[in-house]
Nanobody, 121 residues
Framework: QVQLVESGGGLVQPGGSLRLSCAAA????????MGWYRQAPGKERELVAT???????NYADSMKGRFTISRDNAKKTIYLQMNSLKPGDTAVYYC???????????????WGQGTQVTVSS
């Protein structure tokens, strides 16, 4: 199986920055796409940003200019640099990966457990 291990969440003041990371652990797989989603209390999970192994990125409009997604294909890791954080960014941030299995020859969607980001004075 593939496991997504997230880190980097925490408590920051408005205007501060955080850098999240998500590493895909396992074997005999390739990554089609990875990304970040978030979910605030009482709200639906929403897209933050995605990135393909080739480097193509997609951002939610509200995150453009403040958040940057990047990847290290060798480490099978993605990052989310979050700047100018606002209280509205408070949410659980989830790592997502679309994985192609080289043993079963099919694709599957994986989710991390999530990491809490709290932006508060």
């Amino acid at each position: 199986q593939v496991q997504l291990v997230e880190s980097g969440g925490g408590l920051v003041q408005p205007g501060g920055s955080l850098r999240l990371s998500c590493a895909a652990a396992g074997s005999a797989f390739s990554i089609n796409r990875m990304g970040w989603y978030r979910q605030a209390p009482g709200k639906e999970r929403e897209l933050v940003a995605t990135i393909t192994s080739g480097g193509s990125t997609n951002y939610a409009d509200s995150m453009k200019g403040r958040f940057t997604i990047s990847r290290d294909n060798a480490k099978k890791t993605i990052y989310l640099q979050m700047n100018s954080l606002k209280p509205g960014d408070t949410a659980v941030y989830y790592c997502n990966a679309e994985i192609w299995s080289r043993t079963t020859f099919n694709s599957r969607d994986y989710w991390g457990q999530g990491t809490q980001v709290t932006v508060s004075s």
